[in-house]
């Protein structure tokens, strides 16, 4: 049975996917503008972002609390606490843990559980998408002129037309055919399958 947490990110995943189709087909209606479309894609892209930085979170939670269960060649503990004291101590007087970059993510995961399993599992062209995904939230998130250059940087060798080089442009830029996908569909995919391969 798959955990609650992954449960909830995926339903989070399908909900995004309904309210992106509901507005391409107000778009497609002429009740709204592209620019309406781009802030919408640009939100429900921070959502996913956000959602699978959650997952994340309360994955690592409920595994350091033995809230799950994993067969120790799998996953095992490195270091036993009270629920309350690993929090403290995770936190380090930070509000809250940053997931993303993923190698935030390794690094946290390989000090307390054994080969930082399960967390450590993404093979390195997935780590690569979600560098990917990170640098286009980073574009959306921090409208600074680094992060900015780094999605130019991202998307120069993809033969876009000069109005699919802006980050929400770019997220509905067509990448397939068959089925049709653009690439927010794929990236919210792709993190679906990654949380899914997480937490198998």
């Known amino acids: 049975m798959p955990h609650v947490a992954l449960t909830a990110f995926h339903k989070r995943l399908r909900n995004l996917e309904i309210s992106r189709v509901r507005i391409e087909n107000l778009y497609l209606s002429r009740i709204i503008r592209l620019r309406d479309v781009h802030v919408v894609y640009e939100a429900l892209f921070l959502r996913g972002v956000v959602g699978f930085e959650g997952f994340c979170d309360a994955l690592f939670s409920a595994i350091l609390e033995k809230k799950i269960r994993y067969k120790r060649f799998r996953v095992a503990l490195r270091v036993t ?13 930070d509000r809250y843990l940053t997931w993303l970059p993923y190698r935030e993510t ?16 993404l093979d390195d062209g997935e780590k690569s998408k979600l560098s990917t995904i990170t640098t286009i939230r980073n574009a959306i998130a921090h409208v600074s002129d ?10 120069e060798n993809k033969n876009l037309p000069p109005r699919w080089r802006t980050p929400a442009a770019y997220l509905r830029a ?17 993190l679906g399958a990654m949380a899914a391969k997480i937490c198998a």
Do not use: C, H, S, W
């Open 146 to 155: 680094y992060a900015l250059n780094q999605f130019t940087r991202l998307i």
């Open 81 to 93: 606490a009270k629920p309350d004291v690993f929090r403290e101590v995770l936190l380090q007087g």
């Open 174 to 190: 067509q990448l397939r055919n068959q089925p049709a996908q653009n690439y927010f569909q794929v990236y919210m995919a792709e």
């Open 106 to 121: 390794e690094k946290r995961a390989n000090l307390y559980l054994e080969d930082g399993r399960p967390f450590t599992v």
